[in-house]
């Protein structure tokens, strides 16, 4: 195996709650991911030997540790992003908890097909495609490098993840984890900020599996496209949900209220534009102000906090922007809105939006409910789908009327009188600018496959 120079620089993380710092990691440095990456392609030679089954029992007995360790290793992340710690905890557990049936499920979903017509026989091969890089934002800082390192290491492929700048510390500790069962070389990971991501896309790597901004996704793509390199892109949104006549407001109002606030708005998939209609509006805006009431921010590690900050300064920026040029072009400010110091931001309502606003068309990543009153269904269903974006949509309403107009909804996961989430084995998918390729569920772990066709004569 080559040598990798000791690297110089750190990477400083901080408490987004208290501005302390928590730790850090060595920086690596732009000119040794070539050798990081050749060092994975190696590795790759007796990894993508074994069989998935092989690759699956080597890291069962991680499940375990992130069971053992969840309590620890919650702490981390909500100090590192701020999160309440039981959503922490929640995130580390669901990694540990979930593990077994995953590999299982990966395994199931990659064994070879077999087709047949008279005299030849055509066998599918899912073959891994040498060397993936795993590209991930900060939300969810460990259950997002879990998403695709995965699927990615179960399929054959060696992987080399990059974590974003914001939460390096979780993200090490996940691959020191899993590290205890892999072979060297198969999981490495690299820190630093987006030249460091920029390099190990232009690297000799086969995958790339990124979860991020439409702008990263965009640049990635480019980069990609030199080599026709296979991506998997999971990127922004702009959710809408819709409350038509026939709802359970209260359900509607709960669901509207939890997924525009919880994780301060910071889910690829929050709720950021609500569409009511006129004549249930009032009620609808009385039930949401109610539940704003269960959302008391502060520091993450205080038992009474629902939301805890904004990762960083420019974001609580970007935020507070947008509620500014609401309020400018007429948006009335129904609960919350006050001033906090830091990077607190108040779970806020608006009510009087409309699309002229930027907080009606461009990415918020805040916890502000934004609302706009409609005349029907049809009216509803134009606004949800006037976006470039397409990752969730949620519509509340009589049964048959919300089932029907859900099928008019451009979004790739579609939730009827229900959040987003479905039965086990659905894949995470976003349509338009939202996506390209997706992961999750027997669909989604093939894509970290590449396909191979064997035809033989038969009888
Ligand atoms: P980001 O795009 O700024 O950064 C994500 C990662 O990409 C980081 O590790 C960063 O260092 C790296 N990076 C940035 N530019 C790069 C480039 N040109 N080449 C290679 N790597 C690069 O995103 P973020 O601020 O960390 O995360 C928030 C965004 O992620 C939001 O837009 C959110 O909607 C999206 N997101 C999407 C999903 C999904 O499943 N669709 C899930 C979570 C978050």
Redesign the pocket.
């Known amino acids: 195996m080559s040598t990798i120079a000791t690297p110089t620089a750190v990477l400083e993380s901080f408490n987004p709650s208290t501005g302390e710092s928590v730790g850090s990691v060595p920086v690596t440095p732009v000119s040794q991911v070539g050798t990081i990456i050749a060092r994975a392609r190696e590795a790759s030679a007796a990894w993508s030997n074994l069989t998935a089954q092989e690759r699956a029992d080597i890291l069962k007995p991680a499940a375990k540790v992130f069971a053992d360790r969840a309590e620890e290793l919650g702490l981390l992340l909500t100090r590192e992003q701020g999160k309440p710690l039981a959503e922490g905890i929640g995130e580390v557990n669901a990694c540990g908890a979930r593990l077994e049936s995953e590999l299982d499920e990966i395994v199931r979903a990659i064994q070879p097909e077999i087709l047949r017509d008279e005299g030849v026989q055509s066998t599918i091969h899912y073959d891994p495609y040498g060397v993936c890089a795993s590209?991930?934002?900060?939300?969810?800082p460990i259950l997002?490098p879990h998403?695709t390192v995965i699927p990615a290491l179960v399929a054959g492929n060696t992987v080399v993840l990059?974590?974003?700048?914001?939460t390096p510390l979780i993200a090490d500790e996940y691959v020191k984890v899993l590290n205890q069962f892999l072979p060297e070389g198969v999981l490495q990971i690299i820190h630093?900020?987006?030249d460091?991501?920029?390099a190990?896309?232009a690297g000799d790597v086969d995958l790339?599996a990124?979860?991020?901004?439409?702008?990263?996704?965009q640049?990635?793509m480019g980069?990609a496209a030199k080599g026709l390199k296979r991506v998997i892109?999971?990127?922004?949104?702009k959710d809408p949900c819709i409350v038509l006549e026939g709802a359970d407001l209260e359900k509607a109002a709960a669901f509207a209220a939890r997924n525009s606030f919880r994780n301060c708005g910071?889910?690829?998939?929050?709720t950021e534009r609500i569409y009511v209609q006129d004549s249930i509006k009032d009620q609808f805006l009385a039930k949401l102000t109610e539940e704003a009431r269960n959302y008391p921010i502060g520091d993450g590690q205080e038992e009474s906090t629902a939301i805890g900050p904004m990762?960083m300064s420019e974001?609580k920026a970007h935020v507070l922007r947008q509620v500014e040029d609401a309020k400018s072009k007429g948006a009335r400010v129904v609960a919350g809105g006050s001033e906090h110091p830091g990077n607190f931001v108040e779970p806020t309502i608006l009510d009087g939006v409309d699309h002229t606003m930027d907080i009606m068309t461009v990415?918020t990543?805040g916890p502000i409910a934004c609302v706009q009153s409609v005349k029907d269904g049809n009216e509803a269903v134009s606004l949800a789908n006037d976006t470039e974006y397409g990752?969730g949509a949620v519509i509340f309403g009589d049964e048959e009327t919300a089932r029907k107009l859900s099928r008019k909804l451009t979004a790739g996961m579609i939730g009827v009188n229900r959040s987003i989430g479905g039965a086990s084995g659905m894949p995470?998918v976003?349509a338009r600018q939202?996506?390209y390729s997706y992961h999750s569920g027997p669909h989604g772990h093939r894509q970290f496959c590449q396909l191979r066709v064997v035809s033989t004569n038969e009888g």
């Open positions: 590209i991930t934002p900060w939300n969810f997002m998403s990059k974590p974003s700048e914001q630093g900020e987006d460091q991501g920029k190990l896309v790339i990124f979860t991020g901004s439409k702008t990263a996704g640049h990635i980069s892109l999971e990127l922004g949104s910071q889910v690829c998939v929050s990762v974001q990415e990543f990752l995470w976003g939202s996506g």
